[in-house]
């Protein structure tokens, strides 16, 4: 038995029979041309192509992974249509007289090479997706033929194998039969790249950075993947084979014991009950959310719209998108968060001043304040949407008093705009904020009397009370949201919020923590919003929860 170490990116375990994805890659053709105009052209026309395809491509990761996925595929064409990206290429054929599938490689290798010696780790893993977008580029200037896994699907006949490659694009990834695939072994890859990520959300086992250890040699022999550990077993021994059987079936069983909970209540043992929804970044999400059985969505991050855009959201367009998440829920509740740029959401048509400390600056809420026209066109188009369904309204970032009375002024004002101009919108819409400042739970007592609901935002209430930057992977170690001053927070917020009669939940990650689901249950949260694919292992941790067995003192064990 052989064991190689590399890097797990999904938890799922299992064994198959090794099979080498080799790419052709013929080396790419380097002519002078002299008609540089026609050349042009025959660019232009493959750069259509290669957005058609990637759009394509988008729809398909949306149905198979969800909205996440598919904005891989987005970026692919933003990266495409990226202006440095494109004149270094339309250069090359004018000024150098290179042929264009020359001068995309030459693209590729320039803008790989740049991405791969930046210091931030999501910005080195970029390098693997401005060589894909490269390619998919070359192929359509050269034959058209498309180089992907399907020749080892072909060979391979009914049965499943286990993938080799030295890497995988993410677009080779996203187009992977899943029937065949059982997992995705690879020489190199990093943990933040596309194709990692699609590996997850497709729940495919996946080992990645093996190195030169993943040898051709090992074509056609058994191997035991181990996602979790991030281990390849060549030729398992029996006592290896058994031991990751045995991971894998319960990983299965899992599945289904998790897929039975569809339907019931998130009800502890001894009758106590909660709400369970779930967190969205995009309208796609929402199918997920569903599948999932989640009650409701508690944080729908509306910045989706603006983010993915090149021009802020006309009122219209941003109507149609809340219209859409309110009937595709049903009369479950959708609750939108307003707009939350600044920090680490830029959008380029909208430009923030560089600041020292952007988490601590000009965001969220201090933003709409400041521009009453884009905080009024986002609430009418909330209020117009709330006619169709179960839309509740939640303003991030608060920190005062003042500033809910602000955000009341600026919606009153879009309801009587609304109301002149005969625009039908419903007025009596739920409305929260988030407790994600240490301020604003401080002063929870005074803000819960004004509004119907809090939602606490356990990611940024981490980072401002143990002044870690959520952003900053070199301080990790301080980003402890079991911390007692975070729970304290939280316990505060949860007495002040009912004292008021008001309901509370937390939307922020620490809500799928089934370590604390207990502790929550205890201090009497009301809701718990999720990713998505905790909802039913959330609900699972409730349902074996008794309250009335006091065996541990939890709240006072956390705060
Ligand atoms: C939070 O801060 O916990 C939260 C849910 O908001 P975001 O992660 O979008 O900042
Ligand atoms: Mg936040």
């Known amino acids: 038995m052989i064991s190689l170490i590399g890097i797990g990116v999904s938890g799922e375990s299992c064994i198959g029979t090794l099979s080498f994805y080799r790419k052709n890659r013929t080396a790419v053709p380097e002519y002078k041309i002299s008609d540089t105009q026609a050349e042009l052209c025959r660019f232009e026309q493959a750069h259509r192509q290669a957005i058609e395809e990637l759009k394509e491509l988008q729809e398909q990761a949306g149905q198979k992974a969800g909205g996440e996925e598919a904005a891989i595929f987005e970026i692919h064409q933003m990266m495409l249509q990226d202006q440095d990206y494109c004149g270094f290429i339309r250069d090359a054929i004018q000024n150098q007289h290179a042929n264009a599938s020359y001068a995309a490689d030459m693209a590729a290798g320039h803008f790989s090479e740049m991405f791969s010696?930046?210091?931030?780790?999501?910005?080195?893993?970029?390098?693997?997706?401005?060589?894909?977008?490269?390619?998919?580029?070359?192929?359509?200037?050269?034959?058209?033929?498309?180089?992907?896994?399907?020749?080892?699907?072909?060979?391979?006949?009914?049965?499943?194998?286990?993938?080799?490659?030295?890497?995988?694009?993410?677009?080779?990834?996203?187009?992977?039969?899943?029937?065949?695939?059982?997992?995705?072994?690879?020489?190199?890859?990093?943990?933040?790249?596309?194709?990692?990520?699609?590996?997850?959300?497709?729940?495919?086992?996946?080992?990645?950075?093996?190195?030169?250890?993943?040898?051709?040699?090992?074509?056609?022999?058994?191997?035991?993947?181990?996602?979790?550990?991030?281990?390849?077993?060549?030729?398992?021994?029996?006592?290896?084979?058994?031991?990751?059987?045995?991971?894998?079936?319960?990983?299965?069983?899992?599945?289904?014991?998790?897929?039975?909970?569809?339907?019931?209540?998130?009800?502890?043992?001894?009758?106590?009950?909660i709400e369970l929804y779930a967190n969205i970044g995009s309208i796609s999400e929402i199918k997920q959310a569903l599948e999932n059985d989640a009650g409701g969505i508690g944080l729908f991050r509306s910045e989706f719209l603006y983010l993915e855009n090149t021009h802020l959201p006309a009122e219209d367009e941003q109507f149609a998108a809340y219209r859409q998440a309110a009937e595709a829920m049903g009369g479950r509740k959708v609750i939108i968060r307003t707009l939350d740029l600044g920090a680490d959401k830029q959008a380029d048509y909208f430009p923030l001043e560089a600041e020292e400390n952007p988490a601590l600056g000009f965001r969220a809420i201090r933003i709409c304040l400041a521009h009453p026209d884009l905080f009024k066109t986002q609430l009418r188009a909330l209020y117009r949407a709330a006619a169709y369904g179960n839309i509740s309204i939640m303003y991030p970032m608060i920190t005062s008093v003042e500033e809910v009375e602000a955000a009341k002024k600026i919606a009153a004002e879009a309801q009587q705009e609304l109301a002149a101009g005969g625009i039908p919108f419903r007025s009596n819409v739920e409305t929260g904020i988030m407790i994600e400042t240490p301020a604003a739970a401080l002063i929870s007592s005074e803000l819960?009397?004004?509004?119907?609901?809090?939602?606490?935002?356990?990611?940024?209430?981490?980072?401002?009370?143990?002044?870690?930057?959520?952003?900053?992977?070199?301080?990790?170690?301080?980003?402890?949201?079991?911390?007692?001053?975070?729970?304290?927070?939280?316990?505060?917020?949860?007495?002040?919020?009912?004292?008021?009669?008001?309901?509370?939940?937390?939307?922020?990650?620490?809500?799928?923590?089934?370590?604390?689901?207990?502790?929550?249950?205890?201090?009497?949260?009301?809701?718990?919003?999720?990713?998505?694919?905790?909802?039913?292992?959330?609900?699972?941790?409730?349902?074996?929860?008794?309250?009335?067995?006091?065996?541990?003192?939890?709240?006072?064990?956390?705060?």
């Not at 694009?169 to 029937?179: F, G, K, V």
Request: proline share 4%; with cysteine; hydrophobic share 40%.
């Open 117 to 273: 010696a930046m210091e931030d780790e999501y910005m080195r893993g970029r390098a693997a997706d401005v060589r894909d977008i490269s390619e998919r580029l070359i192929r359509l200037l050269n034959d058209g033929q498309a180089d992907t896994p399907e020749s080892l699907f072909a060979q391979s006949g009914t049965e499943g194998f286990i993938l080799a490659a030295d890497d995988l694009a993410p677009s080779e990834t996203i187009q992977l039969d899943r029937e065949k695939v059982l997992a995705i072994v690879l020489r190199h890859g990093s943990q933040n790249s596309h194709t990692a990520i699609l590996a997850r959300s497709l729940g495919i086992p996946a080992v990645i950075g093996l190195g030169d250890g993943l040898s051709e040699e090992y074509e056609g022999m058994q191997a035991a993947v181990d996602g979790a550990a991030g281990k390849v077993y060549i030729c398992p021994d029996t006592e290896t084979l058994h031991a990751v059987q045995a991971k894998s079936e319960q990983a299965g069983q899992r599945r289904s014991r998790l897929s039975r909970l569809k339907g019931t209540a998130n009800m502890t043992n001894d009758g106590k009950k």
């Open 448 to 559: 819960a009397p004004m509004v119907d609901f809090f939602s606490i935002g356990t990611n940024d209430l981490t980072q401002y009370t143990l002044a870690a930057d959520r952003q900053n992977p070199n301080i990790g170690q301080f980003i402890n949201p079991h911390h007692k001053a975070v729970m304290r927070l939280i316990k505060m917020v949860v007495d002040n919020a009912h004292q008021a009669g008001i309901w509370v939940g937390i939307c922020g990650e620490l809500g799928g923590d089934i370590s604390l689901t207990r502790t929550f249950l205890k201090m009497g949260l009301d809701e718990l919003s999720v990713p998505p694919g905790l909802v039913l292992p959330v609900r699972d941790a409730i349902q074996n929860i008794d309250l009335s067995q006091e065996e541990k003192k939890e709240i006072e064990n956390h705060i």
